[in-house]
């Protein structure tokens, strides 16, 4: 390397190099821990823009009729809020993980396509910024049109030309269409790295369970992103040269928009949550002291969500008028899910069980990940039932059932590994204290915020308001959630404050602060640019196990 | 500072796994079929639905030729990755010029089609359903061709300058993987609008 | 690694304890709401508080997943909690690996086949109900109501009773002796929107360029709230429902008024000159007169109705006004244009539409 070579030149003080060189360093950069980590740092970024456009949702929100911004700017937060928080906070926060984590998992130098990495980062980085730039750009020649308002899901024909004049809608087809390439770039990366770059000895049998997750999530981003490619590119035919595919004066149908969009958006909500469950198949083994309970039949069962959650779609459109027996067939494909998802929790808990748990913070985000997500698929069942579903759906009881698996469980899963790997990615530990004082934040201000949510929704509030009526028995209800919502950003901005003085202040970490089992770490924290400087040979399912233990090998077990 | 070997019974005497680029191509295969089978199911949904305007069946001519010429041209790109296999450049040459002369001709017939089809009949991608799914299927499709062309005239213009080699027959497998995809997707769309929805 | 003191462990409890409090406590507050008010007014649209037969077929059949779920709950809870309590990190056992289980195929069968039963029991039980709601056939008796949604109000059409309307469904009670149920054929004149009246029926959507249906029959008088359910632009918030269930006298009376023609007061002739010359009739309808307009609703018998606007303001005098005169002060983003009226011809409208009874 060229900078190297430079800082040879100067001296062999690497601090003293000259900050644009570093910053070349970064943008230029195509090695997957750089990347990873400019993943989350993006995801994270827009956290904090999503979480403040929450915030400026439920301060509306607070009181009945209330003028904390107009309903065309309320719209286009609501709008914007999904949008951000799906696209350009969920993805990138997992593919970050999946970048790191991947190729230090399986004793690689890399991942598969470094410049096609890089690329597929920066397209998603563009699509953020571009979905953004509509708050100046969306006008247009017409003068109409700002950030898009027509809600994360952009319904036809609420998306046509006719009813949503400027470039609103132009942004948000255009800016997610670009993200979905890079999405299916690193996708497309992720399985090459994990079949093709595997260290001897590492069958897929032995693959960490992160890896089999993460195999299983970027298969179903190839079948799962491209429909909704598909359908925005039906979409732009429409909006500019003049096509019908969703026009219904010339025949067009609505109803195909939302089949489209839904064939993405299931599996997408799969896909959020699957690197959650990774996170939490990595942690909950080592603060249990125990290996993963049922390895074979977890990996079976992510395997079976990938597969029954492509053909759940309908259970989002229960309510737009399928016949019976479509209705009772995405009854029983929402419902035959709950089967493998159900195992999972069992398996965990089977991880637990006869365990010697550790109360650390990762620790305490996976168990309340087992609390919030058995709730959440709780709820879950009752949406997947269609008559009951008539009721609850369009309301707050599935918002606030969606956010209990984004929020509650998504995010639960999401700080745990930042608590694991943080010593890892950095070099020094977290503080526990923040990290617990974190927790328990965020978790009173979730459960303050989210189990209420349910109610309103129970009693008639409509979802996507940006007001309502007074004496629907929604007010105080509708004021503790603002409360808990606000809480919750308390919460997360401790959660940045340790993220920051930690990197100044924290415990240096060493190799194995956690005395976990898997490849990563075998190396320094942070890793070497190399990863590895012998390519490990592996002969089972815990590596690191079996140097510790040579006495009781799990590769005489496996 | 890293080095880790676990003491176990076997060590695997060969360690082969599969070549990442051809991994990589299935994949963008596999997501590219996704995007076209969207195409192809609003077509078949929106087949007959046309409120107005020309139908298929008043405009469309079977174009059997062009399709025999892109078909082929999946054999001859196969032809000439197996001659370089075996290192006969100028051979594989030859055939990848003439898999690109096929494909041009595909491209040729399209538009040729188009012209008619816009300048005859009167049938835009505004213009009815038909009209909508049409162009944005058969589009989509020559768009992929002409991607395709443009690869594989980059790869004839390093071999007639000498630089594609035995060893890099791999890299050349991976290009025509992804022509034989090209020509595999006009297999469907080619009995989707000539065949099904006339 | 660093063995746990006492404090986390506490701390786990009272975390657990919080956690489940703010649960109890929600489900109490709505068990409180859910012993609805008995007022014939009824300003709570709880699902659990249904009054017509689709609604409690879904009440009922909640209650049989609700009790499967919480049972699930209960017995994960317990299990977790129990885990968590039990094999905690003690000082006794600190630095000793426990034993490794990898699996047991046995307790993975088992906690297979009870989730594929309980789904299998649910899917039946779901099926049931669904096919009881969508595929009800349509009595003689039943009353046929088009309803067409707009940004953001609904237009009502009797085809049978030759009556047109807007924003204020009225139906008649439905006798389980004698039923007279409401069926509803749904349209849309532009985006998607939903009708949702929780206490008489679940969603269903209004699509354009589809025909969708549902039904009601609503055992007890009153009117009942709800809103469109479908996001469909910037007012999507207050494109209100207002179902009103009339005894069969009443909604006879009702029909009979809506089937007047418009009432003409000579006093007011002014106010109609003002209405057939200005823009109003490019939206508006009034029988009688040259205004034939379908985008905004039929105003004949606008004094019929308690609200305007799709239920954001109340049908008063001043809203009138106000509605007329700069509509985003009452609902901003709506698709009524402020008209721009001078006082005079301002006061006179509002004058004649008041006598549009």
């Known amino acids: 390397m060229s900078s190297d070579a430079m800082a040879i030149h100067q001296g062999t003080d690497v601090g003293s190099r000259p900050w644009v060189e570093t910053l070349h360093g970064w943008v230029t950069t195509v090695d997957h821990k750089r990347l990873g980590i400019l993943y989350i740092l993006y995801a994270l970024l827009f956290l904090a823009v999503a979480g403040s456009e929450a915030m400026i949702i439920r301060i509306q929100l607070m009181y009945p009729h209330n003028s904390f911004v107009s309903p065309q700017v309320f719209n286009r937060i609501f709008t914007m809020h999904g949008t951000t928080m799906v696209f350009f906070v969920g993805i990138p926060v997992l593919f970050g993980l999946a970048n790191y984590l991947v190729p230090l998992m399986i004793g690689a130098r890399d991942m598969a396509f470094p410049r096609l990495n890089a690329f597929s980062f920066w397209l998603t980085a563009l699509g953020g910024f571009l979905l953004y730039f509509s708050f100046l750009g969306g006008s247009g020649l017409y003068g109409a049109g700002n950030a898009p308002d027509v809600g994360w899901w952009a319904y036809a024909p609420l998306t046509s030309r006719a009813f949503s004049p400027g470039h609103s809608s132009d942004y948000w087809t255009i800016s997610l269409l670009v993200a979905g390439f890079g999405s299916i770039g690193t996708a497309v990366n992720i399985i090459a790295t994990i079949l093709c770059m595997r260290c001897p000895g590492m069958k897929l049998s032995r693959l960490p369970l992160l890896a089999w997750l993460n195999l299983v999530v970027s298969g179903m981003v190839l079948i799962a992103i491209t429909p909704l490619s598909a359908a925005q590119i039906m979409l732009c035919v429409d909006r500019y040269l003049g096509g019908h595919f969703f026009d219904t004066q010339a025949g067009g149908s609505a109803t195909l928009w939302m089949h489209f969009f839904w064939i993405f958006g299931h599996p997408e909500v799969y896909i959020l949550i699957l690197p959650a469950f990774a996170v939490l198949s990595e942690v909950i083994p080592v603060f249990s002291r125990k290996p993963m309970f049922g390895y074979p ?233 190399y990863n590895f400087a012998v390519t490990p040979t592996v002969a089972s399912r815990r590596p690191l196990w079996d140097l510790k233990h040579p006495e009781d090998p799990d590769s005489r077990y496996e | 500072m890293s080095a880790i070997t676990t003491p176990f019974p076997e060590t695997p005497a060969t360690w082969k796994l599969p070549y990442r680029g051809k991994v990589g191509m299935a994949c963008l295969i596999i997501a590219e079929s996704a995007i076209f089978t969207i195409f192809v199911v609003a077509y078949l949904y929106y087949a007959g639905k046309s409120l107005t305007g020309p139908a298929p069946r008043e405009v469309l001519e079977t174009p059997i030729f062009f399709t025999v010429c892109l078909l082929s041209s999946s054999l001859t790109i196969h032809l000439a990755s197996k001659l370089l296999e075996r290192g006969r450049r100028g051979a594989f040459l030859a055939l990848w010029f003439l898999t690109i002369v096929l494909g041009a001709l595909f491209m040729y017939g399209t538009a040729r089609e188009w012209h008619r089809l816009i300048y005859e009949h009167g049938l835009t991608i505004s213009t009815n359903l038909f009209g909508t799914t049409y162009y944005s299927l058969v589009g989509l499709h020559a768009t992929h061709v002409t991607v395709g062309l443009l690869m594989l005239t980059i790869v004839l213009l390093f071999g007639l300058a000498g630089r594609v080699v035995r060893e890099q027959s791999a890299r050349i497998d991976v290009l025509s993987m992804y022509w034989h995809f090209v020509d595999a997707v006009w297999v469907v769309v080619f009995t989707v609008v000539y065949v099904l929805g006339r | 690694m660093h063995s746990m003191t006492h404090k986390t462990d506490w701390g786990v409890v009272v975390g657990r304890a919080t956690g489940i409090l703010v649960l109890v406590a929600g489900i109490l507050l709505a068990a409180g709401l859910c012993t609805a008010s008995q007022r014939s007014d009824n300003p709570v649209p709880n699902i659990f508080d249904p009054r017509s037969t689709p609604a409690e077929s879904i009440r009922d059949h909640s209650y049989f997943v609700l009790a499967i779920t919480s049972l699930i709950f209960l017995v994960v809870v317990t299990l977790l909690v129990y885990a968590v309590v039990k094999f905690r990190d003690k000082p006794l056992t600190a630095g000793r690996e426990p034993a490794q289980v990898y699996g047991s195929t046995q307790i993975e069968l088992a906690w297979t086949i009870i989730p594929v039963l309980i789904v299998f029991v649910l899917f039946l039980a779901t099926a049931r109900v669904i096919h009881a709601i969508e595929d009800a056939r349509k009595p003689a008796t039943a009353v046929e109501v088009t309803a067409i949604g707009h940004q953001f109000w609904w237009e009502y059409r009797y085809p049978a009773l030759g009556v047109v309307t807007a924003n204020e469904l009225h139906v008649p009670v439905s006798d389980p002796a004698h039923p007279t149920p409401t069926f509803l054929k749904l349209l849309s004149a532009d985006t998607d929107h939903s009708f949702w009246v929780p206490q008489l029926a679940g969603k269903t959507d209004l699509i354009p360029n589809r025909v969708n249906h549902t039904w009601i029959d609503p055992h007890q008088t009153g009117v009942y709230v709800g809103q469109c359910a479908q996001y469909c632009g910037t007012q999507h918030g207050k494109m209100l429902l207002r179902v009103s269930v009339d005894s069969p006298e009443e909604f006879a009376a009702w029909v009979q008024a809506q089937k007047q023609p418009a009432n003409h007061d000579d006093k007011a002739n002014a106010g109609r000159r003002v209405f057939e010359t200005t823009a109003c009739i490019n939206c508006h309808a009034v029988g009688g007169t040259n205004g034939t307009g379908r985008f905004g609703p039929d105003l004949t018998h606008l004094m019929s109705r308690n609200t305007i606007a799709a239920g954001a303001a109340l049908n008063t005098d001043e809203n009138l006004r106000l509605w007329i005169q700069n509509p985003d002060a009452i609902k901003p983003g709506s698709l009524m244009p402020a008209m721009k009226l001078s006082d005079a011809d301002l006061d006179a409208l509002v004058r004649y539409l008041e006598t549009l009874r």
């Not at chain 1, 079976?304 to 492509?310: D, T, V, W």
């Not at chain 1, 639960?412 to 943080?422: D, E, K, L, M, T």
């Not at chain 1, 929704?457 to 004021?479: C, K, Q, S, V």
Request: charged share 10%; hydrophobic share 55%; with cysteine.
């Open chain 1, 297 to 529: 039949v977890m990996v079976g069962a992510t395997i079976a969500i990938g597969f029954i959650s492509m053909s759940v779609w309908a259970h989002h459109m229960f309510s737009m008028g399928m016949s019976s027996y479509g209705n009772a067939f995405f009854v029983l494909t929402t419902m035959a899910i709950a089967v493998p998802t159900g195992i999972k929790i069992f398996n965990w808990l089977g991880t637990m069980w006869g365990g010697r748990i550790i109360f650390k913070t990762p620790m305490l985000f996976c168990i309340g990940f087992l609390f919030n997500f058995l709730i959440a698929g709780l709820t879950g069942i009752m949406l997947g039932s269609a008559a009951f579903n008539w009721q609850l759906t369009g309301s707050y009881f599935v918002v606030a059932h969606f956010h209990y698996t984004l929020s509650g469980s998504f995010l639960f899963g999401i700080f745990a590994a930042f608590y694991y790997w943080y010593p890892k990615i950095i070099g020094r530990m977290l503080s526990e204290r923040l990290g617990k004082l974190h927790f328990w934040l965020f978790f009173i201000g979730f459960h303050l915020c989210f189990d209420l949510m349910h109610i309103p929704g129970l009693l008639g509030m409509a979802r996507r308001i940006y007001t309502y009526e007074p004496g629907r028995g929604w007010d105080t209800l509708n004021l503790l959630v603002s409360i808990g919502a606000f809480i919750q950003g308390i919460a997360t901005l401790i959660f940045v404050a340790n993220l920051i003085i930690s990197y100044f202040k924290g415990t240096k970490a060493g190799n194995d602060p956690w005395d976990a089992w898997t490849l990563e770490w075998s190396v320094s924290s942070p890793p070497p640019a």
